[in-house]
């Protein structure tokens, strides 16, 4: 296999918005990992805002890694061993402590003992990086530097965006090369020793594992993204990422909300270039049902597509839905119907057409308005003149919430 271990960045990138794994996205990482691709989780997060996500992608047993701390620290999942880490001087943010108090909406945090400290606890962008890292706990301290205990892995400073670039800018010009600054998203800053990022702390780990650079996908969305993208044999960029990360990419896949994963990992991994064995491309597909179209209409995209076996998405929102904001049960019938007609599509001879003959549903849960749902469809019967597909749609959290028996007639072109 050509590539052989893959890094993903969190937030923006592996999961959506909501801080969630997609379900799709969860298959196809069990997928690759049972292919023997080891994979790396490369976040600024703490490793505590990691370990979750860790487990429920199983890296404990496949023998993944995290990279936290935008670099600082390397674990090993499987037992829990430190690779490597590397801690900022508590000396040397005098500087940038007492820039921070000078400016009133601004917020500095860091991280001791499994627990988010700051002197503004309430502050809504350091409730925000409670909230991603899973409700890490956060404890009010008097004074930042003097609580810490020992040398902090990292330090960030959250606020308005153009406050945050000019500190940047100050902090960069006053410590050179003492200390790495990233704008992680348009809200939060952080500091990190000199010479620590994502891109060395993974070409550490390849040398240390005994890979390839060659051997690396890197996926990110952020500034502090580049230097992994960049390293990588293959770097990829998410559809929402920012440009600059876009142009130093090899490709950009769909967004972080669109089962963006799940697309590359079909294009290169599983399903390598998107197409099948009957040379259907997915985004041909895709791109066919762009314009005047119930699949248009309904935003509903197809993101595998192999004989016996097709995925597909739907957004629930005013399109979908019913007035009390839960998808409406024609969608997802019709979103069921849609999975069986491109499977057959896909396994028709030269001289057959197929159409839809019957669809019989059963509405288990619901989905509300801003999930996206994910279908799958699987051929239970694939005989000469009618085609029998097994489809259930799952929310995003993977609760079943539709499953349908469709039969497509396979006809002979006239």
Same mark, same amino acid.
């Given at each position: 296999?050509?590539?052989?271990?893959?890094?993903?960045?969190?937030?923006?990138?592996?999961?959506?918005?909501?801080?969630?794994?997609?379900?799709?996205?969860? &298959?196809?990482?069990?997928?690759? %990992?049972?292919?023997?691709?080891?994979?790396?989780?490369?976040?600024? =997060?703490? #490793?505590?805002?990691?370990?979750? /996500?860790?487990?429920?992608?199983?890296?404990?047993?496949?023998?993944?890694?995290?990279? &936290?701390?935008?670099?600082?620290?390397?674990? +090993?999942?499987?037992?829990?061993?430190?690779?490597?880490?590397?801690?900022?001087?508590?000396?040397?943010?005098?500087?940038?402590?007492?820039?921070?108090?000078?400016?009133?909406?601004?917020? *500095?945090?860091?991280?001791?003992?499994?627990?988010?400290?700051?002197?503004?606890?309430?502050?809504?962008?350091?409730?925000?990086?409670?909230?991603?890292?899973?409700?890490?706990?956060? #404890?009010?301290?008097?004074?930042?530097?003097?609580?810490?205990?020992?040398?902090?892995?990292?330090?960030?400073?959250?606020?308005?965006?153009?406050?945050?670039?000019?500190?940047?800018? =100050? *902090?960069?010009?006053?410590?050179?090369?003492?200390?790495?600054?990233?704008?992680?998203?348009?809200?939060?800053?952080?500091?990190?020793?000199?010479?620590?990022?994502?891109?060395?702390?993974?070409?550490?780990?390849?040398?240390?594992?005994?890979?390839?650079?060659?051997?690396?996908?890197?996926?990110?969305?952020?500034?502090?993204?580049?230097?992994?993208?960049?390293?990588?044999?293959?770097?990829?960029?998410?559809?929402?990422?920012?440009?600059?990360?876009?142009?130093?990419?090899?490709?950009? #896949?769909?967004?972080?909300?669109?089962?963006?994963?799940? $697309?590359?990992?079909?294009?290169?991994?599983?399903?390598?270039?998107?197409?099948?064995?009957?040379?259907?491309?997915?985004?041909?597909?895709?791109? *066919? *049902?762009?314009?005047?179209?119930?699949? &248009?209409?309904?935003?509903?995209?197809?993101?595998?597509?192999?004989?016996?076996? /097709?995925?597909?998405?739907?957004?629930?929102?005013? =399109?979908?839905?019913?007035?009390?904001?839960?998808?409406? !049960?024609?969608?997802?019938?019709?979103?069921?119907? #849609?999975?069986?007609?491109?499977?057959? @599509?896909?396994?028709?001879?030269?001289?057959?057409? %197929? /159409?839809?003959?019957?669809?019989? !549903?059963?509405?288990?849960?619901?989905? $509300?308005?801003?999930?996206? @749902?994910?279908?799958?469809?699987?051929?239970?019967?694939? !005989?000469?003149?009618?085609?029998?597909?097994?489809?259930?749609?799952?929310?995003?959290?993977?609760?079943? /919430?539709? &499953?349908?028996?469709?039969?497509? +007639?396979?006809?002979?072109?006239?």
């Amino acid at each position: 296999m050509k590539y052989k271990i893959i890094a993903f960045d969190l937030d923006g990138t592996l999961v959506d918005d909501e801080k969630r794994l997609l379900p799709g996205t969860v &298959s196809a990482i069990m997928a690759v %990992q049972q292919l023997g691709v080891k994979i790396v989780l490369a976040s600024g =997060r703490p #490793t505590y805002g990691c370990r979750q /996500v860790a487990k429920d992608l199983r890296l404990d047993e496949y023998g993944g890694y995290i990279i &936290s701390y935008n670099g600082g620290k390397i674990t +090993s999942v499987e037992d829990g061993k430190i690779l490597a880490r590397r801690a900022l001087p508590r000396e040397q943010l005098s500087y940038l402590y007492e820039a921070v108090k000078q400016e009133p909406e601004l917020a *500095m945090f860091s991280y001791l003992h499994q627990s988010i400290i700051s002197e503004q606890p309430d502050h809504p962008y350091v409730l925000e990086e409670q909230r991603v890292n899973g409700g890490m706990p956060v #404890t009010k301290v008097d004074h930042l530097l003097e609580a810490l205990d020992r040398d902090p892995l990292k330090v960030a400073v959250v606020g308005g965006a153009s406050q945050l670039h000019r500190l940047k800018e =100050r *902090m960069e010009a006053h410590y050179g090369d003492e200390l790495n600054f990233f704008i992680t998203n348009e809200h939060f800053l952080d500091a990190v020793p000199s010479g620590v990022d994502k891109g060395t702390s993974l070409g550490f780990l390849l040398q240390d594992q005994g890979y390839k650079p060659s051997e690396l996908i890197a996926v990110g969305d952020s500034y502090n993204d580049l230097s992994m993208i960049q390293l990588a044999g293959l770097g990829i960029a998410m559809a929402n990422a920012t440009e600059a990360v876009k142009r130093s990419a090899d490709y950009v #896949t769909m967004s972080n909300n669109e089962g963006g994963i799940l $697309h590359l990992l079909n294009k290169f991994i599983l399903s390598p270039d998107q197409t099948n064995a009957e040379g259907i491309d997915v985004e041909d597909i895709n791109r *066919m *049902m762009e314009g005047n179209t119930l699949m &248009s209409s309904l935003g509903i995209r197809c993101v595998r597509l192999e004989p016996g076996y /097709v995925e597909c998405t739907m957004p629930v929102d005013k =399109r979908t839905q019913q007035p009390m904001g839960i998808l409406h !049960g024609g969608a997802s019938l019709a979103l069921a119907e #849609t999975v069986a007609g491109y499977g057959s @599509v896909l396994l028709l001879k030269e001289n057959e057409i %197929q /159409v839809g003959m019957q669809v019989s !549903g059963n509405h288990i849960g619901s989905a $509300h308005a801003g999930d996206t @749902v994910h279908a799958i469809g699987r051929i239970i019967h694939q !005989g000469k003149s009618t085609h029998v597909w097994d489809i259930e749609v799952r929310t995003e959290m993977g609760k079943l /919430v539709h &499953s349908s028996r469709v039969v497509n +007639s396979i006809l002979k072109k006239r």
